[in-house]
């Protein structure tokens, strides 16, 4: 059963520096377009009106690029083809300072539970030099105005690692992050991607990340402050307060099915992930014709499957269930990791019990060499596709 729904909405006022995920410069007539198209492309898929779901995630982009009249559509339109009443966690992306009393109402009339903000860092100058909009003021008046109306489950996105950004620097945006008291929140180091502004400055020589052992000592950082403050680390890069976890990225980490929708979406349906066309006007022209925007259909074979529940599975801090595999996968660990479970729990970085395997604090660390040693040879997993 495919329970999550993903949305993507890739409009946005300004392209941050640092993003390589689809988005467009936001024009009025474009968002009227690809809403239409959106729409055509759920209809294709949903049948039967109100589908019912787990979870709803609405990204971007920037959902709340889009003014009250499609702001209003889009809700309105996932109301129509998924049962948002009975949905555990409905929760839409934000940029601090897009949020106004209306958009709110809007959201909240429609069922939407959960806001998940970009804040990124506490630091105006530093925003600046990132190519966002908002400024801190923007963070405390959002979250006054969501919590004013009801709306109390609320995520904020940190980045650490930032250009000439110092242990002493990362501690402060935790200390102000914290202040909150949110029940959850995401915290990446900065990754530099192809064909983004930082990336050609990196290329050029022109951008400075801190060290590695800089890096890590703030991930220890990040995962000391969090776990004072009562936010359990429940994945490596996610801290919650307890039943505050987020159910649709704990989706994607269980290696479950959902339904991916919009331009670049991804969605992951029963022995396939489906790729979708990521330029705006291939995408608006393809849902129009037949909803179905796909560029590419991608056949997901056991073993595939297989090293997926590893790497998605072990970055989770409770890992990956024993049991949970065997029922799943017809084998057990031990059948087929035996060596490379041995392997990493003499180095220190995998705790092996009776019931599942998990990353060590120092694992953690070194996650992708780690997930190296979960992938198979051809041969070495007999199972039917």
Sequence with gaps: MVSAVYIHIPFCEKICHYCDFTKFFYEEKMADDYLEALEKEMASYISAPKHKVNTIFVGGGTPTALNYKQLERLVKAIARHFDVEHCEEYSFEANPGDLDAEKIKILKQYGV?????????????????????????DVYQNIDSLTQQGITNISIDLIYSLPNQTLEHFKHTLDEALSFDLPHYSAYSLQIEPKTVFYQRHKKGKLRKPKEEVEASMFELLRDEMNAHGKKQYEISNFAKPGFESKHNLTYWNNQHYFGFGAGAHGYLPGQRIINLRPFPAYVKKANEDGRPVLHIEEINKKEQVEEEMFLGLRKIQGVSKQLFHDKYGVTLNDIYKDAIFHLVQKGWLLETEDSISLTESGALFGNEVFQEFLLEEDSLKLSH
């Design 113 to 137: 539970n959960r806001i998940s903000m970009g804040v990124q860092v506490f630091d105006d100058e530093m925003l600046e030099k990132l190519g966002r909009l908002h400024r801190i003021k």
